[in-house]
């Protein structure tokens, strides 16, 4: 069970990562935040549950496809050009391990939680996710984050664990990526030609997969301001309170035009029930518009339902993951909105 | 290749040379013969090989050698003071909250940490705590008492 042989360069700056990634292209080279992703992956696979973290594993040929998994169409992938199937294979032989690993922990410009002018939140990509879990500020203005932070593994996993290693691996059960679609948060990719900014919930493209390219790194997630009657809420289900990815996990974000008034605005994300973290657009068609109430309310629920596309894993059915669906955007919403109502 | 990582563990500084794909908890149970830090999974899942890092309880076994580097590093050994088991070690002694004891390093670290970070736990801030640290032998009762009970000793 030791790590298989690598080299890990060790970068000052943050330019300097992106030559190493781009400079290393052909023998194989991966960025190194936290490791609790990664350095699992790289293990030799004892518990096959943990096998398919490793994002070779989706397209490795020699693989033994136990699942496959409809995928949104992307003009910007080609490999998902046309939509369709992406084959996962769960058990099987991997990838090679890369030759190389670009280790950040030097690179002290990516940590932090920043207010910024505009009222909105920037939190760099290396920031770990107890600093998360305990930032006033993050738990007050954007709660379905903090809850997000709760959640996720153990305390000792959140000590170590990163936000950018959690988003950047596109798991769909990421317990932070799901809170980060749901609040409208925005990635700032930066590579060698330059820095780009995409909303969250484009980046994944599949489970572990994303429109991430070969010499960018993740450099900070930004939050936008909370604007007056809003609120966020996460749930995880799972079936331990620690060290458990989860079954669904739902995040709501909501606004109301005024005091107990229709909803102005409403982003509801779906985590472990696609390839993806889901953002529920029927939700918004649902519920924009509308006076809260709890006919309007499961409208809703229903609404986020229809947009759930699970499958059958160990961890719950598919029939299973659709009524928790309902049930947690249901309940989440009215949290949120007692949210609302309790801040004033 | 080999390459250079200093760190200080338990107050004393070594320099070393280690092969990248090292982990920390390789460093310390073989470069050091520091064995109190046990290695049971070696993917995070069970907290055994908790140490602090730069103060922060850290699994050892997914953090490389390398990441260490410049770092202080707190483990088990260094916990008794002047030869004698310190507060909260003699606290699992005297609460019975060590059986077959390969929890123990991990567990005494990671409550270490919480006892630095609050003076007061309440019994479900100690439970979520030690919520990533497994002891299959005691039930975890014994071990929250002991913590409690560390907490209220200001003697
Ligand atoms: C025991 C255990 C329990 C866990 N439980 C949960 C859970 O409940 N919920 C959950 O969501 N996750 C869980 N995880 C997974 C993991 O802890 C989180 O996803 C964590 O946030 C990953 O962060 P990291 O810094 O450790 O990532 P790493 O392992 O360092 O990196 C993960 C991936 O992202 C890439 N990457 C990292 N940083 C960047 C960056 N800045 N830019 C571009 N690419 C980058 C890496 O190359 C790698 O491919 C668990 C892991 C373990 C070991
Ligand atoms: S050996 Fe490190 S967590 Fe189990
Ligand atoms: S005392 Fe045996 S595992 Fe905890």
């Known amino acids: 069970m030791i790590l298989p042989r690598f080299d890990v360069l060790v970068p000052e700056t943050v330019d300097e990562a992106c030559t190493m990634l781009s400079d290393h292209a052909d023998e194989?080279?991966?960025?190194?935040?936290?490791?609790?992703d990664l350095l699992v992956d790289l293990r030799r696979p004892i518990i096959p549950q943990h096998v398919p973290r490793c994002d070779g594993c989706t397209t490795h040929p020699e693989g033994r496809v136990l699942s496959t998994i409809e995928c949104a169409p992307s003009d910007s992938d080609p490999l998902m050009a046309s939509g369709g199937s992406i084959r996962t294979a769960l058990e099987g032989p991997r990838h090679a391990a890369p030759a190389f690993l670009v280790s950040l922990h030097k690179l002290d410009q990516l940590r932090g939680i920043e207010r910024l002018a505009d009222g909105g939140l920037r939190i760099g990509a290396l920031t770990s996710i107890s600093e998360i879990e305990r930032s006033p500020d993050v738990r007050e203005g954007w709660t379905a984050l903090a809850e997000g932070a709760d959640s996720l593994g153990s305390p000792l996993v959140r000590n170590r664990g990163t936000l950018g290693g959690n988003i950047a691996?596109?798991?769909?059960?990421a317990d932070m990526a799901v809170p980060t679609i749901a609040l409208g948060g925005t990635l700032t990719l930066k590579g060698s030609s330059g820095t780009c900014d995409i909303p969250a919930k484009d980046f994944p493209r599949g489970p572990g997969l994303s429109v991430i390219k070969q010499d960018e790194i993740l450099t900070d997630i930004h939050y936008p301001s909370p604007v007056p009657y809003s609120g966020s809420a996460y749930y995880k289900l799972a079936n331990r309170?620690?060290?458990?990815?989860?079954?669904?996990?739902?995040?709501?974000?909501?606004?109301?035009?005024?005091?107990?008034?229709?909803?102005a605005d409403v982003q509801v994300a779906l985590g472990a029930v696609g390839p993806v973290p889901i953002l529920a657009e029927s939700v918004r068609e649902a519920l924009i518009g509308k006076v809260p109430n709890e006919k309007t309310l499961l409208q809703a629920a229903q609404a986020?339902?229809?947009?759930?596309?699970p499958i059958d894993d160990h961890r719950g059915s598919a029939w299973y993951r659709v009524q928790m669906v309902e049930q947690l955007t249901l309940r989440l919403l009215r949290t949120v909105l007692k949210?609302?109502?309790d801040s004033k | 290749m080999k390459k250079i990582v200093s760190v200080t563990v338990n107050g004393v500084l070594h320099e070393l040379a280690i092969e990248p794909r090292r982990t920390l908890l390789e460093l310390l149970r073989e470069d050091l013969g520091l064995t109190g830090t046990k290695k049971g999974c070696g993917i995070g899942d069970c907290g055994t090989c908790t140490v602090l890092l730069d103060g922060v309880a850290t699994f050892s076994c997914l953090t490389l050698a390398i990441q260490a580097d410049g770092c202080s590093v707190e483990t088990v050994e260094g916990l008794a003071e002047d030869g004698k088991l310190n507060r909260l070690q003699q606290a699992f002694v005297d609460h019975g909250a060590?059986?077959?004891?390969?929890?123990?390093?991990?567990?005494?670290?990671?409550?270490?940490?919480?006892l630095r970070r609050?003076?007061?736990p309440n019994e479900q801030d100690i439970r979520r705590a030690i919520s990533g640290n497994l002891c299959r032998c005691t039930g975890y009762q014994k071990i929250v008492e002991a913590i409690k009970a560390a907490s209220e000793?200001?003697?």
């Open chain 1, 241 to 263: 309170k620690a060290l458990e990815i989860s079954t669904v996990g739902v995040a709501v974000w909501l606004a109301l035009k005024e005091p107990g008034g229709p909803v």
């Open chain 2, 153 to 155: 000793d200001t003697s």
């Open chain 2, 118 to 120: 609050s003076d007061n």
């Open chain 1, 339 to 341: 949210r609302i109502r």
């Open chain 2, 98 to 114: 060590i059986q077959c004891g390969f929890c123990s390093p991990g567990m005494l670290m990671t409550a270490t940490e919480l």
């Open chain 1, 28 to 36: 194989g080279v991966r960025l190194l935040a936290g490791g609790t």
């Open chain 1, 304 to 309: 986020a339902r229809g947009d759930a596309r």
């Open chain 1, 169 to 173: 691996n596109a798991r769909p059960a």
